[in-house]
């Protein structure tokens, strides 16, 4: 089976308007459409991961992730459709009652629950290698779903758009997604709200990742001015960290619901929309700014995080 025979398409990902504050049109590029499980952001980094897999002798996928991963779902729900085995070591502590890894193992992967402290030896020099003498095969997908192909894929979600936008705005975890649109030179200038604390760290990390793309496949340079030019970071709607969240962002994801029939995500597309609009109250974008957020899926995530809401009585996530 190859990239073609697998059927999943992007043109679901149609491009809406969703509402205007002062003067500000927010518009969506609905990612979150392109497929039941292996949706938003997710097929974008994982389908040049895959031809890399059919170009080289591959028979396994090995990959990482939290146990509540929407990277973690959606490869498994890609092996699932691709007939390729999956398998994934999982940041241990929080395994045990998780209804992604659930559907993991439901899609026939094979995953593990390992300390963090082994977790993090993944970081380590030669870590990837040892497992590949372990066990011959594997083609092995960094955590989050990074690497070259990553940056491919999701460079694609700049060609595809239609409508004219001063910027596009965007969650970020790893900010693969971010530095794939920033490799294309069509690609507007970005504002990037990063789902974890302390999310500067993220420019330095984007300028690497499009290091190792134009390294992987062979491409010019990038100009030095390109992150100056056209990023934006707005690191101040974390919420207190990376999958952290209150009954004010509960609040809001249910809000946009009832208003729009929107559903977010509550680890990263919730911070971006409700941080986006506390910049446009705030004045930061003149009257007539028009700006396209892209909505990169997320959305089995919701019921781990209620149920880890519901375990300390807060306000749960209800799209009813
Ligand atoms: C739903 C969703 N949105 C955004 C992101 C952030 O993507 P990236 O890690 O490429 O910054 C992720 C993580 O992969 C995600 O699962």
């Known amino acids: 089976m190859g990239l073609i025979e697998l059927g999943i398409h992007t043109e679901q990902s149609r491009e809406e308007f969703l509402l205007e504050k002062n003067g500000v049109s927010i518009s969506l590029k609905r990612d979150d459409l392109i497929h039941p499980q292996i949706s938003g952001n997710k ?18 996928i090995l990959t990482f992730g939290g146990a509540f991963s929407n990277h973690l779902t959606a490869t498994a729900a890609l092996g699932n459709l691709a007939k390729i085995p999956t398998s994934a070591l999982v940041r241990g502590e929080e395994a045990g009652d998780s209804p992604s890894l659930k559907f993991c193992s439901e899609q026939g992967m094979q995953w593990q629950g ?17 497992l590949r003498l372990l066990k011959s095969g594997l083609y092995i997908i960094p955590e989050g779903g990074k690497g070259a192909p990553a940056l491919k894929g999701c460079a694609e979600i700049v ?47 984007i300028a690497t990742y ?37 009954d004010s962002l509960v609040q809001f994801m249910n809000m946009i619901y009832a208003q729009h029939q929107l559903k977010l995500d509550p680890v990263y597309t919730s911070k971006l929309l409700f ?13 007539g700014t ?31």
Not at 43 to 60: A, N, P
Not at 114 to 128: N, P, Q, T, V
Not at 275 to 287: H, M, S, T, Y
């Open 43 to 60: 097929w974008r980094k994982l389908k040049y991961h895959l031809e890399e897999f059919y170009k080289g002798s591959y028979s396994e």
């Open 275 to 287: 941080g986006l609009l506390k910049d446009i109250e705030g004045g930061r974008f003149k009257a």
């Open 114 to 130: 390992i300390s963090r402290k082994d977790y993090s030896l993944k970081e380590e020099a030669g870590f990837m290698d040892s």
């Open 159 to 205: 060609d595809e758009l239609k409508g004219n936008y001063d910027y596009l705005a965007l969650s970020a975890g790893t900010a693969t997604t971010a530095a794939g649109v920033l490799a294309n030179p069509k690609a507007p200038k970005i504002l990037v709200y990063p789902a974890l604390k302390g999310g500067a760290f993220l420019k330095r990390a």
């Open 210 to 246: 499009l290091d190792e793309y134009r390294t992987f496949y062979a491409l010019k340079p990038f100009s030095p001015a390109l992150l100056a030019e056209k990023l934006e970071l707005r690191e101040d709607y974390h919420f207190g960290g990376y999958a952290k969240i209150n």
């Open 290 to 320: 028009r700006i396209l957020v892209l909505h990169s899926g997320g959305l089995q995530g919701i019921a781990g995080m209620n149920r880890r809401l519901a375990r300390k009585s807060q306000q749960l996530i209800s799209y009813e």
